[in-house]
């Protein structure tokens, strides 16, 4: 048994070193019978080798068509597409909601304004509208320049003092003539947009050369060399500070519900005539709140 084995082993050898060297036979023999095409591909092989040494570009242009290449390069130029999308969403989304803030601010501070100084919904639309526009050009509170128009003329913009302060900022037309040049003159002090961006223009110039806002308020007024201003930038921040809530939605409307409670309780003394001095008392409380409100 162990005889046939390893005869069959050694056949089983005897065979494939036998094929192998006949293999190997041919080839020479190929090569050896057929030396110009071996010499040929050779010469091509180190052609084409030169060639792309030469001309890299190419070689990478070849490499970059195979399907396998060409696939990555889409899925990388989508991926950072996506994320530049991605990317760009965030900021857009935060100018939008910006956006959508600020005219809820508008809304709320045109029709407050409205109703307190019993102005037309479309005047105080365009003082609000404006004011913002200034107030983001001059880099200035919008809240500040309301303020002062509700200081200086009660929103009034055909409002004139004895000493020749016109519109809805007061401007002395005469004293800043200059800054009237860009908006055709002085000729139109009263235009409500012309008067808010000349009154912006020169408050921001005395903020400017003041450094603080109760200092500029004082020169606005026309104070800057007198010890006091008689009360006029505590009035002015007051009603800033009001216009400010008014805008950020948390200010109640207690304003008005007081005016409107001391006009009824008012009403009601004259209707039922004279009471009892403890109910006269009672009775004039809020009367008397509702006036330091206002």
Request: with cysteine; proline share 4%.
């Amino acid at each position: 048994m162990f005889h046939s084995f390893f005869e069959q082993f050694f056949s089983f050898n005897s065979k494939s070193r036998t094929s192998h060297l006949i293999s190997t036979v041919s080839r020479k023999l190929f090569i050896t019978s057929h030396p110009k095409v071996w010499m040929f591909f050779t010469g091509l092989m180190l052609v084409v080798a030169l060639f792309f040494c030469f001309r890299p570009e190419l070689f990478r242009n070849v490499h970059e068509s195979f399907p396998i290449r060409e696939a990555h390069a889409t899925s990388h130029v989508a991926t950072s597409e996506t994320a530049s999308l991605i990317g760009a969403e965030i900021p857009e989304k935060t100018e939008e909601h910006s956006k959508l803030d600020e005219l809820k601010q508008k809304q709320r501070v045109a029709s407050w304004i409205s109703k307190r100084y019993r102005i037309a919904g479309k005047a105080s639309n365009l003082f609000v509208t404006t004011a913002y526009k200034t107030a983001f050009e001059l880099g200035l509170d919008p809240h500040l320049i309301l303020a002062v128009m509700a200081v200086e003329s009660r929103f009034n913009p055909y409002a004139e003092s004895s000493v020749g302060a016109q519109g809805l900022m007061q401007v002395m037309s005469k004293v800043h003539a200059d800054k009237f040049e860009d908006h055709g003159g002085i000729q139109y002090a009263l235009d409500p947009v012309v008067n808010i961006k000349v009154g912006s223009k020169i408050l921001k110039d005395y903020v400017k050369q003041k450094g603080s806002i109760e200092l500029a308020l004082k020169s606005y007024v026309g104070a800057a060399a007198m010890s006091h201003d008689g009360g006029y930038g505590s009035r002015v921040l007051t009603e800033y500070r009001k216009l400010k809530a008014v805008a950020s939605g948390s200010h109640s409307p207690s304003l008005v519900q007081a005016k409107s409670a001391s006009k009824r309780s008012a009403r009601q003394k004259k209707a039922i005539g004279p009471a009892p001095l403890a109910k006269q008392k009672k009775e004039e409380t809020p009367i008397r709140d509702s006036a330091v409100l206002l």
